[in-house]
């Protein structure tokens, strides 16, 4: 098989991404898991980093953030939670309000040292913010401002249905406002029949944007959030890419 035919790119050409979203529950973290699977299997050694996870369960040993458990488990990772995701929180909400209950304070620098660690030990580093691109981490710093100091090409996750024109071009204006790189959108859960709403979009934030539609994920039947099947999202994954040829599309923003 062919190169051409797999959608595999030369190991040393793929980048580091900033995964984020037009919401949240958008499906940044399964895309995350199918990005390093995809890198994966191009030959990389590739990581993950969640900045901050909010939502995290109590577990013998402290807070468990299950975003990051789940990528983790995917990807085969080994590095620990401090490491992968530094600020876990209890609180389901916004993460400067879960800070401020639990009386914790984010600090950006720690973030950054993180994605640094991990990129001294792997080819790439697949980071994933929380919830969209504005939110705030803390009293005066967004995801935004993370994504633009750690400088990564950004792809966003969208809905496939009603308001995603908007919320996409809001977060592609966002972006471009931090003058960051925006590879492009995947639009997550699509159906497989889809209705004109859904079946108009990606033409429509590609042609308002300027930017291409990477990909188009349907949802994975049977997929475990607690206990992830790696061989489900292997097929996933490898369809995916097969499809859109992602691996070929991402090593040119290298």
């Given amino acids: 098989m062919t190169k051409a035919q797999t959608g595999k790119a030369p190991a040393s050409a793929l980048p580091s991404l900033f995964v984020t979203g037009t919401d949240t529950g958008v499906g940044k973290t399964v895309l995350s898991a199918l990005l390093g699977l995809i890198y994966q299997s191009a030959g990389l050694k590739v990581a993950y980093l969640k900045p901050v996870e909010t939502g995290a369960t109590k577990g013998a040993g402290g807070l468990i953030p299950e975003d990051t458990k789940f990528v983790a488990d995917v990807l085969g990772l080994k590095e620990s939670f401090d490491v992968l995701c530094p600020y876990s929180f209890e609180h389901p909400v916004s993460p400067h309000l879960a800070a401020r209950l639990e009386k914790k304070e984010f600090k950006p620098q720690v973030a950054q040292e993180c994605f640094k660690y991990l990129q001294k030990f792997y080819d790439a580093v697949i980071v994933e913010?929380?919830?969209?691109?504005?939110?705030?981490?803390?009293?005066?710093?967004?995801?935004?401002?993370?994504?633009?100091?750690?400088?990564?090409?950004?792809?966003?996750?969208?809905?496939?249905?009603?308001?995603?024109?908007?919320?996409?071009?809001?977060?592609?204006?966002?972006?471009?406002?931090?003058?960051?790189?925006?590879?492009?959108?995947?639009?997550?859960?699509?159906?497989?029949?889809?209705?004109?709403v859904a079946g108009d979009n990606p033409r429509t934030i590609a042609k308002f944007s300027g930017l291409p539609v990477l990909a188009r994920v349907p949802e994975i039947a049977g997929l475990d959030a607690k206990e992830p099947a790696r061989a489900l999202l292997e097929k996933a994954a490898l369809e995916l890419n097969q499809a859109y040829r992602l691996g070929e599309t991402l090593a040119k923003l290298a």
């Fill in 129 to 196: 913010g929380a919830g969209g691109f504005l939110v705030p981490l803390s009293e005066r710093y967004m995801v935004a401002d993370l994504a633009r100091d750690l400088g990564l090409p950004l792809v966003i996750t969208a809905r496939p249905g009603l308001g995603s024109i908007n919320h996409s071009l809001l977060t592609i204006a966002a972006a471009v406002q931090v003058e960051l790189k925006v590879a492009g959108v995947v639009i997550n859960r699509y159906p497989e029949n889809p209705d004109p």
